[in-house]
């Protein structure tokens, strides 16, 4: 059964930083375009950042800069790292993945993707 687990969120102070990974089990990681999503109270999800399976990475401008998206096949794991965090980016974080292979296409939309992690919580507060 292909799973999909977030973690490395919590609560960081405004400009403060966090590394978030999506582990995957039940497939390879390898073959599957995987994007980061997040979703604020009373919000929309929306795209934060998205990795084609060939390793092609796309982001938000809101995060442009800011956000690092990366893929480790050999520990079927992809990692996002957030820095220079605002308040306004509270939300729960959640990572996806879409069975693409061999895909340099960058595809960032929620209905790209089949494939759902329960979410982290990411809270940035003083």
């Known amino acids: 059964q292909l799973q999909l687990m977030e973690s490395g969120g919590g609560l960081v102070q405004p400009g403060g930083s966090l590394r978030l990974s999506c582990a995957a089990s039940?497939?390879?990681?390898?073959?599957?375009?995987i994007g980061w999503f997040r979703q604020a109270p009373g919000k929309e999800r929306e795209g934060v950042s998205c990795?084609?399976?060939?390793?092609?990475?796309d982001y938000d401008e809101s995060v442009k800069g800011r956000f690092t998206i990366s893929r480790d096949n050999a520990k079927n794991a992809v990692y996002l790292q957030m820095n220079s965090l605002k308040p306004a980016e509270t939300a729960v974080y959640y990572c996806s993945a879409a069975y693409t292979p061999g895909t340099v296409q960058v595809m960032c939309n929620s209905a790209y993707y089949d494939s759902w992690g329960q979410g982290t919580q990411v809270t940035v507060s003083s």
């Open positions: 039940g497939f390879t990681l390898r073959n599957y375009a």
């Open positions: 990795i084609s399976s060939g390793s092609n990475a």
